[in-house]
């Protein structure tokens, strides 16, 4: 599942609204605090190095996604406060290259307004997820158009 990134909320709302246990790559930071780390864990995330290439992250999301796991992935990268999706990453389109999985496309609504930014507590406001269907990829494509591609029904489901 690739969606748009506009709160920490993100992945809860995900999870809450797809019906399978998936699986996150989250910024190794979130790791720090043993605790938190214990929850981040408990519910299937795993740290990712941002701003690299971090292979032994990479090779446990195909290590997950080859054994049938689902796993939801913000090609973006990181948060967007626009709550426009923006220019994806090449390497969602690596990983999805490399592993041969279908993408499902969502589009999360509100959780930006729930949890804004710099926000200490969770607002009252209406949420919602919209689900595409799924994209097949070829494996040849150039990786940077795989992840345009992602994007581009990202932003379908946005409208």
């Known amino acids: 599942m690739a969606s748009n990134h506009v709160s920490y909320l993100d992945p809860v709302v995900l999870g809450v609204a797809c019906p399978r246990n998936l699986n996150y790559m989250a910024k190794r930071e979130l790791f720090k605090n043993s605790f938190f780390a214990w929850i981040l864990y408990d519910v299937g995330a795993f740290p990712v190095k941002r701003n690299s290439a971090d292979l032994s992250a990479i090779r446990e999301a195909m290590r997950r996604l080859k054994k049938g796991q689902p796993m939801v992935i913000f090609p973006e990268g990181s948060r967007r406060f626009d709550n426009r999706p923006d220019e994806a990453e090449a390497g969602v389109g690596f990983l999805v290259s490399k592993v041969g999985v279908p993408v499902i496309p969502a589009f999360v609504k509100g ?21 595409g269907e799924k994209i097949y990829i070829e494996r040849r494509m150039p990786y940077q158009d795989i992840a345009k591609k992602i994007m581009i029904s990202i932003r379908h489901l946005s409208c």
Request: glycine fraction near 0%; aromatic fraction near 10%; proline fraction near 10%.
């Open 111 to 131: 959780t930006d307004k729930a949890l804004p930014q710099k926000a200490k507590f969770i607002r009252p406001r209406k949420i919602s997820v919209r689900f």
